[in-house]
Structure formats: structure tokens, C-alpha cells
């Protein structure tokens, strides 16, 4: 190896956090938080440095600057507040500060009794413009100039409304409740209920080859609706409405209107076309063919969708099919909506999503987008690395102690990056437990799911306790909305505790960030219960996991808590007051019950 042409950087910069895959992706924060950073940072010798973290937001052409401070073994630590979305930059810079070192150098040989000094005074003389300087001088002077400068590499913070992480979501079929004009009856009693979002599924034209009929069946009889994801007919396709639920017009109240009531409508963004599709005449390359012609549609085995075919991102056309996907969006965008939900990412280049996604986000910076990616670890994580604010989960699947446990295990190792969003229940999916366990099952899956991730979601029906299968063996719904028109109506006996839930998330911070998190002991393992903090915000959730049986146990708060020797709670869902302690608390819990308990109230 040859010697550098110039001399190399002595102040070492190193584990600069947060930081994703070594700055290959931007770690995740919201609008209005602290990005806490921290650094080791060190160089030969002895000298004294300094270092300061600088960051800019979107757009900016300028740093600002924030101090890092020791903490002690070479670590420095500061912050800086993000008040934007959108893409945000920080950089480490470390320095040899020549006055500090100097002074720190004097000092010490004075504490030493060291009589002569002219020396030492004659150097800081020099350094401080002072040919007659004393040590009393010395010791008094102010910083000096900044030498020997090093700067880490430029990492990113992907900054979202708070709406990227803290939100409670509605889904429904515009179609079973009247279309756009029948939801917008609601909204006033959607907002009393607390929810943010309402996400609908597809709103656009539904093709009629291959159309599904009730209960998936594969022929459809006259009047079957037909699935919204089988999009696109002779009435047009990704950026077009279904006529029966409105048109554009009614669409753009709708969202205005919500919004007026502080809530969101989400758009799903299903990248599939029915047979129907005006893609398949307008851009045949878009689709993949088999050697015989025939065009190949979508199976999930044992599933099969005759009535949708995906379209081919390896077509040579790739980069138009990009740009059509990105005009869609946009549409919508257009139109006032701001979250999309998106159907399947995990089946789609993730190349695709990293730049759709930045291209909507460089100028819509409040842009949402939410991944329903039920794959392996590493593809629904990249997809939250490549940009989704938001993922669904495997909540669903998770419903004992051990499951949850290790479940949290994993939303926790990855909360610099992904977001969970954990939906009770979908249009695809109703779970054994909740199929078996009647309303004690429903109960326990809304708190758990309300009170352990600050984004959670419900569909249609389940605040009905909907809870019938297909066939034995099925997680799909018998007569599910998606092949057939229901009459819905916001009147199911679980509502109030929706409410009561949504209130308590909105009243209590802790509720509305996913840690810091503390599994409480309970010594019965159908009783799991956790301690969430934020500040002086304290919450207890106790949750009986047997839809079946009462259970008793205790609920164990450790002294690590901070907690004083006794103290007062009060029940979020019931109102009921009681005083509490470090250790050991008695539980007893119906079928499905739980406390939900803040502390100090």
C-alpha cells in the first residue's frame, strides 16, 4: 500500500446510530420526535475534542447543528428534532478543539504544583494571540477553532406524519354501505368511535369474465357483484370508479369531508387486472403468456383467481408499466387521498416499490403507504426498509403467551425501520380463535391489538362477532363481502369498547408508540400482561387469553419501574379505581376480559 498523498483523519468516527443496514436505508421516525444519536469517536493521544451532529430536512441547502456530548468509554451522544415529513439527513463531525487541550494539559500540571510553566504559556500564547498571557488567562479562554476536522458518512431519517405510526383503522365496502354517499352518512359516528382511517377496498369498475359468484364460486349467477379486486371492465380500470359507488366528484367529498371529522380515507393500490382490464387491449405486453397464448391468472394454492391476472414486471415495457403504476397513484393523489393501502407487495419487485414510493413521496412527502405483506421476515422487513411507513402483520396468527412473546421479539429488533399495523381480523382472514372462542375471543383480540401496537385495524363485522367459516378448516368467511353485497350498519354490541379503547389510545402516549415495553410476569400463562411508558405516562394491560374460562393470577411490577411502594390505578374500560403495588397484584379475569390500567390516575 503506498502513503497517502495527504495525511489521513486522526479522530476516528465509529457505530454511529440510528443507522439500517449499515446507512443503506433510512431509519423510520414520525413528525414531531427526537432522533436520538449516538457515536464513538476517539484519536490517538491525548488531545480534548468535540463533536456535533448536523441535519437537515427536506429540501434544506443548509445544515443545522446540534452538540454531541460525552458520555463516557469514547460514546458521545445528542439529538435533533424533526418537524417535517419527508427525507431528512445527519452527519457526525468530530474535531481536535486546541484550546480545550491545551487547557485541560495546563491544568493538570497545575493541580501538580508544577512551578514553571513559561513554557506551556509561551505555546498557549501563541495559540491565543496573547504574548504576555497568564495562567489565569489561559484557563478562562473560550474555545478555540476547530482543527483536525472528521466527518462520519450521511445517513436518513424517513420522516412521517404521526399518522405513519399511531392510528386506528376502520376497513369496509363502500358498496355495503350505500357507496361514497352512504359512508359519508358516517363519518360523524366513525369519529365518535375514534377512528382515523377508514380504508376501503378497491373502488373501481369489476370485470364481468371470470367473475366470481357468492362464496367464491366460480361461475356467477345474475346480479353477483363480483370481487373488487378483480379491477378493470369496459368502464375503464386503475383510475377509474365503479359507477355504483359514485363518481370522482363524490369521491373528493368524501375525502374532504372525513377529513373534516380528523379522519383519513385509505385507498387499497391492487396491482391485477380482470380479464376485462383495458391494459390487456391497450399494452398486451404488460401481461405474461404462456407458449400457447393463453394468459396465466393469479393462484395462491390452495387459492385460485380466475377472475384476475397479475401483470408482467419482467415485460420489456417494464419502465412504462412503471410509470402507468406511478400515474395511478398520483391520480388519486390528486384527489385528496394520502394513504394507500397496498395488496401483495411482497409478490412485486422491491426495486419498483423503492422508487415508486420516492417518487411520490418527493413531492407528496405525507403520502402513506401501507404494505399487506403476510410473507417471511426478510421480505416484509426489506419492503419496510424500501419506504412502506406501515406493514400488516402476523398478529392474527399469534394468540398465546409464548407467540405473542416471540412475536414482540421481532417488532421490537426491527423498530428502527417497520411499523406494525396489527389488524384483528380481514376480509381473508378469520382466525380458529376466533371462530371457537365467541365474544371472549373478539374482546381479548381488540385490546391486545389496541394497546401493544399504535397503528391497529378492524374489519367490517367484527365488532358484530362475525364469526362463521366457509367449510371447516377455512379462515374464510361463509357469504364473505367480498363476492356479495351485505347491508352493513355501525351497530355491533363490541362498539363501546371500541370507543372506550380509541379514547384511552388518544389520552395516553404510552399507548401510541410500540416501546418502551416491559412483559410482566403473571405466573399463568393465559394471562398476559405489559407495562407500557412514556414520561410519566404509565399503562398496564392485563388480558385474559382463554375465550373459554376465568383465570387468576397475579401481575407482578417489578422495583426496576420506578414505581413508588404503592400507587393508584384506574381501569380505562371500566373506570374502576383500585391501589396497586411493586410486586405481586392480584388478577381474576372473566372469558376474554382484560384491564387496561393507567397508573396514578
Request: glycine share 8%; with cysteine.
Given at each position: 500500500?503506498?502513503?497517502?498523498?495527504?495525511?489521513?483523519?486522526?479522530?476516528?468516527?465509529?457505530?454511529?446510530?440510528?443507522?439500517?443496514?449499515?446507512?443503506?436505508?433510512?431509519?423510520?421516525?414520525?413528525?414531531g420526535d427526537r432522533v436520538e444519536v449516538t457515536a464513538?469517536?476517539?484519536?490517538?493521544?491525548?488531545?480534548?475534542?468535540?463533536?456535533?451532529?448536523?441535519?437537515?430536512?427536506?429540501?434544506?441547502?443548509?445544515?443545522?447543528?446540534?452538540?454531541?456530548?460525552?458520555?463516557?468509554?469514547?460514546?458521545?451522544?445528542?439529538?435533533?428534532?424533526?418537524?417535517?415529513?419527508?427525507?431528512?439527513?445527519?452527519?457526525?463531525?468530530?474535531?481536535?478543539?486546541?484550546?480545550?487541550?491545551?487547557?485541560?494539559?495546563?491544568?493538570?500540571?497545575?493541580?501538580?504544583?508544577?512551578?514553571?510553566?513559561?513554557?506551556?504559556?509561551?505555546?498557549?500564547?501563541?495559540?491565543?494571540?496573547?504574548?504576555?498571557?497568564?495562567?489565569?488567562?489561559?484557563?478562562?479562554?473560550?474555545?478555540?477553532?476547530?482543527?483536525?476536522?472528521?466527518?462520519?458518512?450521511?445517513?436518513?431519517?424517513?420522516?412521517?406524519?404521526?399518522?405513519?405510526?399511531?392510528?386506528?383503522?376502520?376497513?369496509?365496502?363502500?358498496?355495503?354501505?350505500?357507496?361514497?354517499?352512504?359512508?359519508?352518512?358516517?363519518?360523524?359516528?366513525?369519529?365518535?368511535?375514534?377512528?382515523?382511517?377508514?380504508?376501503?377496498?378497491?373502488?373501481?369498475?369489476?370485470?364481468?369474465?371470470?367473475?366470481?359468484?357468492?362464496?367464491?364460486?366460480?361461475?356467477?349467477?345474475?346480479?353477483?357483484?363480483?370481487?373488487?379486486?378483480?379491477?378493470?371492465?369496459?368502464?375503464?380500470?386503475?383510475?377509474?370508479?365503479?359507477?355504483?359507488?359514485?363518481?370522482?366528484?363524490?369521491?373528493?367529498?368524501?375525502?374532504?369531508?372525513?377529513?373534516?371529522?380528523?379522519?383519513?380515507?385509505?385507498?387499497?393500490?391492487?396491482?391485477?387486472?380482470?380479464?376485462?382490464?383495458?391494459?390487456?387491449?391497450?399494452?398486451?405486453?404488460?401481461?405474461?403468456?404462456?407458449?400457447?397464448?393463453?394468459?396465466?391468472?393469479?393462484?395462491?394454492?390452495?387459492?385460485?383467481?380466475?377472475?384476475?391476472?397479475?401483470v408482467d414486471f419482467a415485460s420489456e415495457d417494464w419502465?412504462?408499466?412503471?410509470?402507468?403504476?406511478?400515474?395511478?397513484?398520483?391520480?388519486?393523489?390528486?384527489?385528496?387521498?394520502?394513504?394507500?393501502?397496498?395488496?401483495?407487495?411482497?409478490?412485486?419487485?422491491?426495486?419498483?416499490?423503492?422508487?415508486?414510493?420516492?417518487?411520490?413521496?418527493?413531492?407528496?412527502?405525507?403520502?402513506?403507504?401501507?404494505?399487506?405483506?403476510?410473507?417471511?421476515?426478510?421480505?416484509?422487513?426489506?419492503?419496510?426498509?424500501?419506504?412502506?411507513?406501515?406493514?400488516?402483520?402476523?398478529?392474527?396468527?399469534?394468540?398465546?403467551?409464548?407467540?405473542?412473546?416471540?412475536?414482540?421479539?421481532?417488532?421490537?429488533?426491527?423498530?428502527?425501520?417497520?411499523?406494525?399495523?396489527?389488524?384483528?381480523?380481514?376480509?381473508?382472514?378469520?382466525?380458529?380463535?376466533?371462530?371457537?372462542?365467541?365474544?371472549?375471543?373478539?374482546?381479548?383480540?381488540?385490546?391486545?391489538?389496541?394497546?401493544?401496537?399504535?397503528?391497529?385495524?378492524?374489519?367490517?363485522?367484527?365488532?358484530?362477532?362475525?364469526?362463521?367459516?366457509?367449510?371447516?378448516?377455512?379462515?374464510?368467511?361463509?357469504?364473505?363481502?367480498?363476492?356479495?353485497?351485505?347491508?352493513?350498519?355501525?351497530?355491533?354490541?363490541?362498539?363501546?369498547?371500541?370507543?372506550?379503547?380509541?379514547?384511552?389510545?388518544?389520552?395516553?402516549?404510552?399507548?401510541?408508540?410500540?416501546?418502551?415495553?416491559?412483559?410482566?410476569?403473571?405466573?399463568?400463562?393465559?394471562?398476559?400482561?405489559?407495562?407500557?411508558?412514556?414520561?410519566?405516562?404509565?399503562v398496564v394491560t392485563v388480558v385474559n387469553l382463554d375465550?373459554?374460562?376465568?383465570?387468576?393470577?397475579?401481575?407482578?411490577?417489578?422495583?426496576?419501574?420506578?414505581?413508588?411502594?404503592?400507587?393508584?390505578?384506574?381501569?380505562?374500560?371500566?373506570?374502576?379505581?383500585?391501589?396497586?403495588?411493586?410486586?405481586?397484584?392480584?388478577?381474576?379475569?372473566?372469558?376474554?376480559?382484560?384491564?387496561?390500567?393507567?397508573?396514578?390516575?
Amino acid at each position: 500500500m503506498s502513503i497517502p498523498k495527504t495525511a489521513p483523519p486522526r479522530v476516528q468516527i465509529q457505530e454511529v446510530a440510528p443507522q439500517v443496514d449499515c446507512g443503506r436505508y433510512a431509519v423510520k421516525r414520525t413528525v414531531g420526535d427526537r432522533v436520538e444519536v449516538t457515536a464513538r469517536i476517539f484519536r490517538d493521544g491525548h488531545e480534548t475534542l468535540g463533536a456535533a451532529v448536523r441535519h437537515r430536512g427536506p429540501d434544506a441547502t443548509r445544515w443545522a447543528e446540534s452538540p454531541l456530548e460525552p458520555l463516557g468509554n469514547d460514546v458521545w451522544a445528542g439529538s435533533f428534532d424533526v418537524n417535517r415529513p419527508g427525507i431528512w439527513s445527519f452527519r457526525i463531525e468530530a474535531w481536535v478543539d486546541r484550546v480545550a487541550s491545551f487547557q485541560e494539559e495546563l491544568r493538570r500540571k497545575v493541580a501538580a504544583d508544577q512551578s514553571d510553566l513559561s513554557g506551556e504559556l509561551s505555546e498557549g500564547g501563541v495559540l491565543l494571540g496573547d504574548e504576555e498571557l497568564t495562567v489565569e488567562a489561559a484557563l478562562a479562554a473560550p474555545a478555540g477553532a476547530r482543527s483536525e476536522k472528521a466527518w462520519s458518512g450521511t445517513y436518513e431519517v424517513d420522516v412521517d406524519r404521526v399518522l405513519g405510526r399511531f392510528g386506528s383503522w376502520y376497513e369496509l365496502f363502500p358498496r355495503s354501505w350505500g357507496g361514497f354517499a352512504g359512508v359519508r352518512t358516517q363519518l360523524p359516528h366513525f369519529a365518535e368511535l375514534g377512528f382515523d382511517v377508514l380504508y376501503l377496498p378497491p373502488i373501481h369498475p369489476i370485470g364481468h369474465t371470470n367473475r366470481k359468484g357468492r362464496n367464491n364460486a366460480e361461475t356467477a349467477a345474475a346480479g353477483d357483484v363480483g370481487s373488487p379486486w378483480a379491477i378493470g371492465s369496459e368502464e375503464g380500470g386503475h383510475d377509474a370508479i365503479d359507477p355504483t359507488l359514485g363518481n370522482e366528484q363524490e369521491l373528493r367529498a368524501l375525502v374532504a369531508e372525513a377529513r373534516e371529522h380528523g379522519i383519513e380515507i385509505a385507498l387499497d393500490f391492487a396491482i391485477q387486472c380482470s380479464p376485462d382490464h383495458p391494459w390487456l387491449k391497450e399494452h398486451p405486453e404488460w401481461f405474461f403468456r404462456r407458449p400457447d397464448g393463453t394468459l396465466k391468472y393469479a393462484e395462491n394454492p390452495p387459492k385460485r383467481y380466475q377472475d384476475i391476472y397479475n401483470v408482467d414486471f419482467a415485460s420489456e415495457d417494464w419502465s412504462g408499466l412503471w410509470q402507468a403504476l406511478l400515474d395511478v397513484v398520483l391520480h388519486w393523489v390528486d384527489c385528496g387521498v394520502t394513504v394507500f393501502r397496498v395488496d401483495n407487495p411482497h409478490t412485486k419487485p422491491v426495486p419498483f416499490w423503492e422508487w415508486l414510493i420516492g417518487e411520490v413521496r418527493r413531492e407528496h412527502p405525507d403520502v402513506i403507504f401501507l404494505a399487506e405483506a403476510f410473507t417471511r421476515p426478510a421480505p416484509m422487513t426489506t419492503l419496510a426498509r424500501a419506504g412502506f411507513a406501515q406493514s400488516y402483520t402476523y398478529f392474527t396468527w399469534k394468540n398465546t403467551r409464548w407467540e405473542l412473546l416471540e412475536f414482540l421479539g421481532q417488532l421490537l429488533e426491527w423498530r428502527d425501520f417497520y411499523r406494525p399495523n396489527c389488524f384483528v381480523n380481514t376480509p381473508d382472514i378469520l382466525h380458529e380463535y376466533l371462530q371457537s372462542g365467541g365474544r371472549p375471543a373478539f374482546e381479548a383480540r381488540l385490546v391486545l391489538a389496541a394497546t401493544l401496537s399504535p397503528s391497529y385495524g378492524i374489519y367490517s363485522g367484527f365488532e358484530q362477532c362475525e364469526d362463521v367459516p366457509v367449510r371447516p378448516g377455512s379462515e374464510e368467511y361463509l357469504n364473505s363481502e367480498k363476492y356479495e353485497l351485505k347491508r352493513r350498519r355501525l351497530d355491533g354490541p363490541l362498539l363501546p369498547l371500541v370507543a372506550r379503547l380509541n379514547a384511552a389510545r388518544r389520552e395516553n402516549e404510552a399507548l401510541q408508540w410500540l416501546d418502551p415495553l416491559t412483559i410482566l410476569e403473571t405466573e399463568n400463562e393465559q394471562l398476559f400482561a405489559f407495562l407500557k411508558q412514556r414520561g410519566e405516562n404509565r399503562v398496564v394491560t392485563v388480558v385474559n387469553l382463554d375465550p373459554q374460562s376465568p383465570q387468576v393470577g397475579v401481575c407482578v411490577l417489578p422495583v426496576s419501574t420506578g414505581l413508588p411502594p404503592a400507587y393508584p390505578v384506574r381501569d380505562l374500560l371500566t373506570d374502576e379505581r383500585w391501589t396497586w403495588r411493586i410486586g405481586r397484584n392480584y388478577i381474576k379475569l372473566d372469558p376474554g376480559r382484560s384491564h387496561v390500567l393507567r397508573i396514578g390516575a
